[in-house]
């Protein structure tokens, strides 16, 4: 049994996140290895969360946008990793080992950090109208 990070999950909220973007998520954290690995196809995770390749396609670079889904540098085929703040793991030891870990590498820069987007300006508020009476046709 695998010991779940939830160091990110926290934060989901605030990632914008597309349906599509957290389905796929959803799989790969079913699927993955202690550490967080993930080796199976994009083509493979899109089928199993119900997603077409197109979809599964924009919905793994959102991921990758906001650090959540890393891939190792030389671009292995069929090989991703889940940011280790939301990985799985072995042991409790191996989960805090790892947290630790990666607070450090944030902090040297070596791992990115999972990010929310960040707007230049805030998006439009709702303009509330009130509703008028209109005449009926006829």
Known sequence: ??????AGFGMLHRLD???AAQDLLSVMVDCQEAGG???ESQAALGARA???RNSANTAMALLESRSL????????YRTYYLHPYIASYASQE???EAIQGAAERIADGELPDITAPRYETAPPKRQTQPLRAVRAAG
């Open 1 to 6: 049994m695998l010991i779940q990070a939830s």
């Open 37 to 39: 690995e993930v080796n």
């Open 50 to 52: 119900g997603l077409s």
């Open 94 to 96: 191996e989960l805090e």
């Open 69 to 76: 889904v890393l891939r190792p540098e030389s671009r292995k």
């Open 17 to 19: 996140l597309t349906k």
